[in-house]
């Protein structure tokens, strides 16, 4: 009796404490803005095949909700900017917009929720008046027809809403934000039972303030971290930092209790040279170690029994967005579906990176490469021609060093083209000093966090 009873303790307090250190879900926007994108059934096979579960849109496009039923995946929708006055004004309308674009699709296509507006309190259109009105029109036309028990309304936030963000226990809404519209929005999604949504950039707060912002505190590399003076937590990541601040804000309004969701975060592989950090390596590093953040489970300091979830931006680099150059390269895909560089994206992806890493599964957890370092490898789908031409260019005008891999010398063995191609990048790589665009090769390669392991090769990470 005794020992059942411990039994049932044990395994009551091992369920509660496996579900309060819950592991986060990694799930990615799906931005259009572009004319080279592959079709929306392309873009089903290819998540599914990165083992992605939950994609955001900007919008409710009918080829994508088609294409994604039965899929599995879970889709945040969008109502945007631009509808949020119509939708204010009238439950008529959200009715008819929740028939045409939810229902049809509903249950084949997995909705998660409804972002009501995107950024709204820096819309310049100011739309920010119609937001509360909008959100309750929506989820009166869930619960019409009854389907707002399983699809939340949300909205997802700028950080700019913060009048203070540092230290994150300062957290504060802007003055004139708090009474008309964020007190109103936190207690409908307290109601509802739904979360806010929050866009945060550590590579924003990184551009503007590289002199005193460590890129290692910004890349979620190792490093010594960030003193909240206030209650003696120290941020081991400015992205944790930027989160707990916004909690730290909503505690203030007496709204400490609703969940967040990180709607987008990400880091470019290109910008304009006034755009310090914009690179593949830093990308690679951020987003990887990101991943790597939340599936290994917790929260931030402040909330550390909720699972980090987020939604990488973006899946694909989309050239028809306007502003700087960076704008037009968050993506992880290129739109011809190859890696602008490779990181793990699942558990299971995850695994096999510590596996290559040491050859055990005793690193699972292991922290984030502390070096920084990054290699260039050939992309083996590129097909035998490209890799070819771009292994000629590499060795040829490239400049790359491509002695080892002669007959004989010591990176001949594996005598494969891939092999012999990911050797000659990294040379090429290095030698511009992992530079943006040099790993690139049109498409034929991308950057890795890990040491390629051809053989017994050794991959320079310098020159
Ligand atoms: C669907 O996805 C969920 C996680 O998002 C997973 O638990 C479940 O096993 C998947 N089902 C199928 C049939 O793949
Ligand atoms: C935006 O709308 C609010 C609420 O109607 C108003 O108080 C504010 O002055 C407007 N701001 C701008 C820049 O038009
Ligand atoms: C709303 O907030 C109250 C007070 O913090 C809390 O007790 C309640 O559980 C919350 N409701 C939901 C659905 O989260
Ligand atoms: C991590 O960074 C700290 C502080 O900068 C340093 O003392 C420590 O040795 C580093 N650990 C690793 C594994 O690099
Ligand atoms: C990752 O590896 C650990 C340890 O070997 C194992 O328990 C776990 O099931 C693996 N997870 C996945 C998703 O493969
Ligand atoms: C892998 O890591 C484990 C634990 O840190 C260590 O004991 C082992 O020697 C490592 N193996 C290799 C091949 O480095």
Request: proline share 7%; net charge negative; hydrophobic share 35%.
């Amino acid at each position: 009796m005794e020992f059942t009873k411990y039994l049932l303790y044990a395994i009551v307090f091992t369920m509660l404490t496996a579900s309060s250190s819950a592991t986060g879900t990694v799930g990615i926007n799906y931005g259009r803005i572009a004319n080279n994108l592959p079709s929306p059934p392309q873009v089903v096979q290819l998540l599914t095949a990165q083992g992605i579960t939950k994609v955001k849109l900007y919008d409710a496009d009918a080829a994508v909700l088609s294409a994604l039923s039965n899929s599995n995946i879970s889709v945040t929708v969008a109502l945007p900017n631009d509808l949020l006055s119509s939708a204010a004004a009238a439950q008529s309308f959200t009715d008819t917009w929740i028939q045409s674009n939810i229902l049809p699709y509903h249950p084949h296509t997995l909705f998660d929720a409804i972002a009501v507006g995107n950024e709204v309190f820096s819309d310049p259109q100011n739309t920010t008046q119609y937001l509360i009105a909008a959100m309750n029109n929506v989820h009166s036309s869930l619960l019409k027809y009854d389907v707002a028990s399983t699809i939340k309304v949300t909205s997802p936030l700028a950080l700019s809403a913060l009048q203070t963000s540092y230290p994150s226990s300062s957290g504060s809404f802007k003055p004139d934000l708090i009474e008309p519209v964020i007190k109103p929005m936190l207690d409908f999604l307290n109601r509802t039972g739904s979360y806010l949504m929050v866009n945060a950039y550590p590579f924003f707060a990184y551009i503007a303030n590289s002199d005193t912002i460590s890129l290692d505190y910004a890349l979620l590399r190792n490093n010594s971290g960030n003193l909240d003076p206030n209650n003696g937590i120290v941020y081991k990541s400015l992205f944790e930092a930027q989160i707990d601040a916004v909690f730290a804000a909503m505690s203030a309004t007496g709204h400490g209790g609703v969940p967040i969701v990180v709607s987008e975060t990400g880091w470019p592989s290109i910008g304009d040279s006034n755009e310090n950090g914009a690179n593949t390596e830093n990308a690679a590093a951020y987003n990887g170690n990101l991943v790597r953040r939340v599936l290994t489970g917790g929260g931030t300091p402040l909330r550390p029994d909720l699972p980090l979830n987020v939604y990488l931006f973006a899946l694909f680099n989309e050239n028809q967005k306007p502003g700087p150059t960076s704008e037009r390269n968050y993506g992880l895909f290129y739109p011809n579906e190859e890696k602008v560089y490779d990181i793990p994206l699942t558990p299971a992806a995850l695994n096999s990176t510590a596996e290559i890493n040491n050859g055990s599964k005793s690193q699972v957890a292991a922290p984030p490469p502390a070096s920084g370092q990054t290699w260039c490898v050939a992309n083996d789908k590129a097909g035998e021609v490209k890799l070819q031409q771009a292994l000629d260019y590499a060795c040829g005008e490239g400049g790359a060093d491509c002695r080892p891999i002669q007959p004989d010398a010591t990176c001949y063995d594996p005598d494969t083209l891939v092999a012999h191609a990911s050797y000659a990048f990294n040379s090429y790589y290095q030698k511009n000093e992992r530079g943006s665009g040099s790993c690139y090769f049109g498409g034929a390669a991308y950057v890795v966090t890990q040491p390629p392991q051809f053989g017994s090769c050794k991959y320079p990470t310098g020159y």
